[in-house]
């Protein structure tokens, strides 16, 4: 019985986290996998700073899942009080890369204004295309830098255009597309409107950081709330069983494992709906495929 409603409260879990990352099992026989879904998750680390691949980026999350099912279960004295936080640790370091490419990415978009700027200056001052967008690897904004450090060596070994599509496809972000897409329109056919298509996107971008400043900021208070109310009562369990007593008692029972039964299903149900009601706004990307997580 123990054993079944262990399993019972992992599985609940697993399968609610694999929900929310899009990451699915599915059953019975499976169609043919998606090549481009590791390329994608790889990406998606590299734009968060990680230097590992997928598979050793969960596999060290399952690691640190583990170590504290085993740390929270010598404290507390039940497996079953463990489970969740434990599956909470795990999902700690995607949740952290995940902010953490956020962060990268919104510095990225807020730069582009500046960064075009950059390029109708130097159009103007009689550059070509590729020593205009060359330029900002050395003296564009600080994000853009670090975004086109490889784009002078790549253009002389490839060529412009697919230097450009090599940066646009490290970033799969819906306002560098924009900007890309016109830089190679202009390289393609050359461009004597390039500039004023530039000015009108510095002005578009603007516009569009702002309003996504202004959401994120009013949804912040209701998500600090939603994750406290989440995590609280699990905390509060851990410091009530990490001592000989009643609680401790109650809980190693099979009343108590019922009860932590219910609470991890309503627990997983209730990060999912509050995952789906403050999810943030996320622009489809138009020019490339949508962004997978790892």
């Not at 990680?50 to 085993?70: E, M, N, Q, T, Y």
């Not at 450009?164 to 972000?173: G, I």
Request: contains cysteine; charged residues 20%; hydrophobic residues 50%.
């Amino acid at each position: 019985m123990s054993v079944l409603a262990a399993l019972c409260i992992g599985a609940c879990c697993g399968l609610v986290a694999g929900m929310l990352m899009g990451t699915m099992p599915e059953f019975g026989r499976r169609p043919r996998r998606d090549r481009g879904h590791g390329s994608h998750a790889a990406a998606w680390l590299q734009q968060a700073g990680v230097g590992l691949s997928p598979s050793r980026f969960w596999a060290g999350s399952i690691v640190a899942g583990c170590i504290a099912l085993l740390l929270v279960s010598a404290l507390t004295g039940s497996v079953f009080v463990a489970l969740v936080p434990a599956v909470a640790v795990a999902l700690l370091p995607r949740a952290y890369f995940s902010r953490r490419r956020r962060l990268r990415m919104r510095e990225v978009q807020a730069a582009w204004p500046d960064g075009m700027r950059d390029l109708a200056a130097s159009i103007a001052a009689g550059r070509s295309l590729s020593q205009a967008v060359g330029a900002l690897a050395t003296h564009g904004p600080m994000p853009l830098q670090h975004a086109f450090a490889r784009f002078p060596e790549t253009a002389r070994m490839l060529g412009t255009g697919p230097a450009l599509e090599l940066v646009q496809r490290e970033l799969s972000d819906p306002t560098s597309d924009r900007v890309i897409e016109v830089l190679l329109l202009a390289h393609d056919r050359g461009g004597s409107i390039v500039r004023s298509i530039i000015d009108d996107l510095v002005d578009a971008t603007t516009r569009d950081l702002k309003l996504l400043d202004e959401l994120e900021t009013e949804g912040l208070e209701m998500r600090i709330n939603a994750r406290a109310v989440v995590v609280l009562p699990w905390l509060v369990l851990v410091a009530l069983t990490a001592r000989p007593g009643p609680f401790r008692a109650f809980y190693r029972s099979s009343g108590g494992v019922v009860t932590l039964v219910v609470a991890g299903v309503l627990t997983a149900l209730g990060v999912f709906v509050l995952g789906r009601l403050g999810k943030e706004p996320v622009e489809q990307r138009v020019f490339g495929p949508s962004e997978a997580a790892p």
